[in-house]
């Protein structure tokens, strides 16, 4: 496997970024940032990463929201 030094989400689980957003912004902010069902009705890491493990479009947008919260 090659190494990725400049890709910031290298060696990040969709568990860390989601952590990291929880804390960062809160769950109220995810669901107006990024409004979908696990955000914004009972949300849970655990049925973020169920729902964005499944939804590629979704995880798009947390990966481009974290990339955006580090920088």
């Known amino acids: 496997m090659r190494e990725q030094p400049n890709n910031p989400l290298h060696g990040k689980t969709l568990e860390f970024i989601l952590n990291h957003l929880v804390a ?32 590629p479009w979704a995880r798009k947008k947390v990966e481009d929201l974290y990339l955006q919260s580090i920088n």
């Open 24 to 55: 960062t912004y809160g769950w109220d902010e995810l669901g107006q940032r990024i409004p979908v069902n696990c955000f914004l009705h009972d949300p849970s890491i655990k049925s973020s990463l169920r729902f964005f493990r499944k939804t």
